[in-house]
């Protein structure tokens, strides 16, 4: 993304991608004949639409093709399953509660309005606080400005989600468990957070940034896989004429007097540069790529205090034909949308518990989807592949080590499964599982955290992804974190990259460079 | 209905700081009437005789957040209140019988921290001192009402900023760090400081004695800051002399010497008002007072969904009161013991103040517990034994022994507290007995206090000890309810005067006091009608 705008800004850019393929953990990969697996991040909708624009994303292959629907069995058998439409929600909400499925529509409504007040605030760089600098205080009231967008309501609302946990604000609005949890979900996914967590309630709203053509908490496939997003930005950058290397280890930033001159490869070349920036994310960039003397020690203990724990697996799946779910078989439309196991807001508070204290959720919360019933690009005619991302399993094992207990890790999933798919294991042709450890030793997410580090309060804004650093600059001259550890965070939206790129072109105009 | 007496202010409930606004309402010359449904006013905050001869303080048992402005603006000391050091501030016990003394004087805890961790000795007064900026900047914030958020006005903003200057004198990038503390688990924020596990356990007590909150739960950072106010700036956690209710008991003659009435054994039934004002109170009995203004020292649950007729409230304050986390966590055990016990393996005299609270996971497990609706299994507690410093309360050579214990959900999802409430005491005994081998043969009078006990005992609903649950979501601008944290109320002439109003619980009498500057302020409008 960085590359991009810098391209396109008239700059000489170099892309180094360690793997052989690109993306980081937006990928496509082949990893058994015939099945294109959406290894990591499995659908999209927080990419910005200016990026979109910008880059010109679509004519690069980028296509998204909306998951509309919302499907979560019961072990009773009962379900929860509805369609995009506010016409099809009530009448599902409804089988359970009449004054839920009414409140439903408002709830999205206030949400979506909350997220709307939230987006223009990616795109913006953070102020830093405290700082009496003209330039800084400009941006404060840049934000006061969007703070008047809102009625006092609504900015009570807003300090409520920031601080009360998904449960909680839920429990104001809803009674059906089921219903409740599958929005619980949205706030804990890829977080070390439960339920009941304070500050979740915040990242439940924080899902309903999305937008596909207008349409908010509308998430999608892309088409041929995440991998595409990944693969459109470098058709886009490579157009403005950033060059992209695979295969190429970045082992150390080298720095000369204060100042970032280049990086050295595993292979011994190295490559020199007047700014060098990193989209790994802060823990491997400042205590891997550097040494710690090259940086103030004040921030070498604020990086390492940095939370960057991962909590999530992923396990992918080719099947040999469509999964059929007790509560409600066949190869329906409830198999083209969002599935969710989680049957109730216990139930994802007693996973978040077993991670808590250093074990993988003896039943987990999964959030399943099968990408192939709308793209078959990704599989053989009457194949196809599941994606299950799974809460929790926490990066730090309390017993043993992810490499020993990533079988039996595996196994909980499917037991999971076939809790709610009977004849699981018997479609399975290959299983994929990757833990914490695995999301960090291939696709280089330290700690693998989806997000380059927690999505908490203490974390995001000025404060990411430490205290004085959260303007994309480092100690380092010519240094400059472009990835998910800075401003806005995790999800695949673009913005950390489009703002870093935003910044360097700023310290180059001002001949900082 | 004809009207039997009419005053210029109600007070309902004699809770400590109802008692510091009618002190100050009569001050400035207002008629005030305060009236305690009990035989003693207090609320929480009383001695109580558990056993012929031992007297405790069975609800709140210590003191270090009482405003100054109420210490001496009321001239307590005059009216018996004494209060006794607590030292050392607290002994952290753990499981293998070891103990960490800590103590009001942060160079004292250093030698002792020493002993576990060299480092941890040292990060300790920084740390203080680091949390401290941060209590001493919000300190000024707890004697004043809240802004009003969409209009605010301009000496509550220039007041703000002021506050936000002085913070920023640590340094841009150290302030930084301070925002980044109050949403933080308190779990988070110890470990990142210290490596033993005893000092990031008891921190953490500190921080979450009283809510329904864990270790790992965001924003409980926060409630160390909070605890941390009583520190910062040379004061200390102290017991009263004679128990929590010489101070209460000393606010009233305080009260009553400005000239105020305090009428006890006098239950309010409703809060009189129509068309949106308010017209005086109805007791039990059956009797009315009239008034031009009622101050409510109780919860404001209690206060709008019992006291206050429905038809004068909206919908859509109603269902805010009635989302107001105010579920209790916190029981209350209080022994009388014939003789002294001794901690397991100590060769020291039995402390003031011990927690039993080992690990931060600890914590979090009985925290897990609650969460589902049940008592937990292996509680965390806070032990005082105020007869170490306050010979008064017992016979010469015995003791009494007062635990906090969390956590004990007031909602429970099977069974019910009349049916658990020995199971609990019985489990808190045999826990007790572990650190300190044979107190149970020494208990002569057990008082077990669930959160039931303790709505009914002292009318706080739900048993939750501040009126409703500290957290972020419910501070500040937000407490009780957002848009009514200025004491106002929807009914014209209504307020609320305790916990659940600005700056929240704990023995403060701030609400109270801000409470009764909000009424002299509107006065002008009101006294009028």
């Known amino acids: 993304m960085t590359a991009a705008y810098l391209a396109r800004a008239r700059k000489k850019v170099v892309v180094l991608e360690r793997r052989y393929v690109l993306g980081g953990a937006a990928v496509t990969e082949e990893v058994y004949p015939g099945f294109k697996f959406t290894v990591c991040s499995y659908v999209c909708s927080l990419m910005r639409p200016q990026i979109i624009r910008d880059l010109d994303l679509p004519s690069h292959g980028f296509e998204v093709i909306p998951q509309e629907s919302s499907f979560t069995p019961l072990p009773d058998g009962r379900y929860l399953f509805h369609r995009g439409d506010e016409e099809d929600a009530f009448q599902a909400i409804a089988k359970f509660s009449r004054r839920d499925a009414e409140a439903y529509p408002r709830f999205g409504r206030l949400m979506a309005k909350m997220a709307k007040f939230i987006v223009p605030t990616l795109s913006m760089t953070p102020p830093n606080i405290g700082s009496m600098r003209i330039s800084e205080l400009r941006k404060l009231l840049a934000l006061n400005k969007q703070r008047k967008e809102l009625t006092e309501d609504e900015l009570y609302t807003f300090a409520r ?93 080298l720095v000369r007097n204060g100042r970032a001159i280049g990086v050295e490869l595993a292979s011994g070349e190295t490559l020199h540069a007047k700014i060098v920036a990193s989209s790994a994310d802060p823990k491997r960039t400042f205590l891997k790529f550097l040494e710690r003397s090259e940086l103030p020690p004040d921030f070498v203990r604020g990086i390492e205090n940095f939370k960057i724990e991962g909590s999530s697996g992923k396990v992918n799946l080719a099947l040999k034909e469509a999964p059929s779910f007790s509560a409600l078989p066949g190869n329906g439309p409830q198999l083209q949308g969002a599935i969710s196991i989680g049957p109730s807001v216990d139930y994802i508070e007693k996973a978040y518990d077993d991670a808590k204290y250093g074990n993988y959720s003896h039943r987990p919360y999964v959030d399943m989807c099968v990408p192939s019933t709308l793209d078959p690009t990704l599989a053989p005619p009457g194949k196809h592949i599941m994606s299950c991302f799974v809460q929790y399993a926490p990066y730090t094992l309390r017993k043993g080590t992810w490499e020993e207990r990533r079988e039996e890790f595996g196994e909980t999933v499917i037991d999971t499964i076939e809790e709610y798919i009977p004849n699981i294991r018997k479609i399975i042709l290959h299983k994929q599982v990757l833990s914490p450890w695995d999301l960090e030793q291939v696709f280089g997410l330290t700690g693998g955290n989806i997000f380059h580090g927690e999505l908490t309060p203490d974390q995001l804004l000025f404060l990411r992804p430490i205290a004085g650093w959260a303007q994309y600059r480092t100690p380092i001259k010519g240094l400059y974190l472009c990835g998910s550890g800075a401003h806005p965070g995790g999800g695949v939206m673009g913005a950390p990259g489009m703002n870093a790129a935003r910044e360097i072109l700023r310290d180059w105009a001002m001949l900082k460079v | 209905m004809t009207v039997a007496e009419s005053y210029d202010v109600v007070i309902v409930g004699g809770g400590h700081n109802g008692l510091v606004a009618a002190t100050y309402l009569a001050r400035a010359g207002s008629r005030v009437l305060v009236l305690e449904k009990q035989g003693t006013v207090g609320g929480a905050a009383v001695t109580q005789e558990i056993a012929p001869g031992f007297r405790c303080s069975t609800g709140a048992y210590m003191v270090g957040l009482l405003r100054p402005e109420v210490i001496e603006g009321l001239q307590l000391a005059t009216r018996g209140l004494q209060f006794l050091p607590c030292e050392p501030a607290v002994v952290a016990l753990g499981q293998d019988h070891t103990a960490l003394r800590l103590w009001t004087d942060s160079r004292k805890s250093q030698s002792e921290i020493a002993a576990h961790s060299a480092k941890d000795a040292e990060m300790y007064p920084r740390f203080l001192e680091f949390l401290g900026h941060f209590a001493k900047a919000l300190d000024p914030l707890m004697v004043r009402a809240p802004p009003d958020i969409q209009s605010p006005a301009y ?194 005299d039995l402390p003031p103040h011990f927690r039993i609270a080992p690990s931060l996971e600890y914590i979090e497990r009985a925290y897990d517990d609650a969460k589902y609706g049940s008592a937990s299994a292996e509680p965390f507690l806070d032990v005082v034994v105020p007869t170490v410093v306050d010979p008064t309360l017992a016979p010469s050579g015995k003791h009494v022994m007062s635990a906090l214990v969390q956590y004990a959900p007031y909602n429970l999802r099977r069974g019910s507290w009349d049916k658990d409430r020995d199971k609990l005491g019985d489990r808190v005994l045999a826990l007790l007995e572990d650190y300190l081998p044979g107190l149970e043969r020494m208990v002569v009078a057990r008082q077990v206090l669930t959160p039931a006990d303790l709505e009914s005992a002292f009318g706080l609903t739900e048993g939750h000890i501040y009126h409703g649950e500290m957290t972020l979501d419910q501070l500040y601008v937000l407490r009780p309810v957002p848009g009514w944290s200025q004491y106002r109320t929807p009914v014209d002439g209504l307020y609320l005067c305790g916990s659940g109003a600005h700056p929240g619980g704990g023995i403060t009498g701030a609400p109270g006091y801000n409470a009764a500057r909000q009424i002299l302020r509107d006065w002008p409008r009101l006294g009028r009608a």
């Open chain 1, 161 to 253: 989600l920031m601080t009360m946990s998904a449960a909680d604000y839920l429990d104001e609005w809803f009674e059906t468990d089921v219903l409740k949890a599958g929005l619980c979900a949205s706030g804990i996914i890829g977080t070390l957070l439960g339920p009941r967590s304070p500050g979740t309630a915040y990242v439940l709203m924080h899902h309903y940034m999305g937008e596909i053509d207008g349409a908010y908490r509308s998430w999608g496939y892309v088409r041929g896989g995440m991998g595409m997003v990944s693969e459109s930005i470098a058709r886009a950058a490579r157009k403005f004429g950033a060059e992209i290397r695979v295969n190429a280890d970045v082992r150390r930033i």
């Open chain 2, 155 to 348: 000496n509550d903003l220039w007041f703000l900023f002021r506050r936000a200057l002085r913070l920023r004198r640590v340094g841009t990038v150290p302030l930084q760090q301070l925002l980044r503390v109050p949403p933080m688990p308190v779990k988070d924020l110890v470990t990142e400081w210290f490596e033993t596990e005893l000092l990031r356990a008891s921190l953490a007590a500190d921080a979450l004695l009283g809510t329904f909150q864990g270790p790992w739960s965001p924003g409980t950072a926060f409630g160390l800051v909070r605890h941390l106010m009583a520190t910062a700036d040379g004061g200390s956690w102290r017991f009263v002399r004679g128990g929590m209710g010489v101070l209460s008991d000393g606010l009233a003659r305080a009260a009553q010497e400005a000239g105020a009435t305090v009428r006890t054994h006098t239950e309010v039934a409703r809060i009189m008002s129509s068309a949106g004002r308010v017209s005086g109170v109805e007791t039990a009995s059956g009797e009315t007072i009239g008034a031009k203004i009622v101050a409510s020292n109780a919860d404001p649950k209690r206060t709008f969904l019992h006291l206050v007729d429905p038809a004068e409230l909206s919908p859509e304050f109603l269902l805010q009161v009635r989302n107001y986390e105010m579920n209790g966590a916190v029981a209350r055990v209080n022994l009388a013991l014939d003789g002294a016990p001794r901690l397991a393996g100590d060769a020291e």
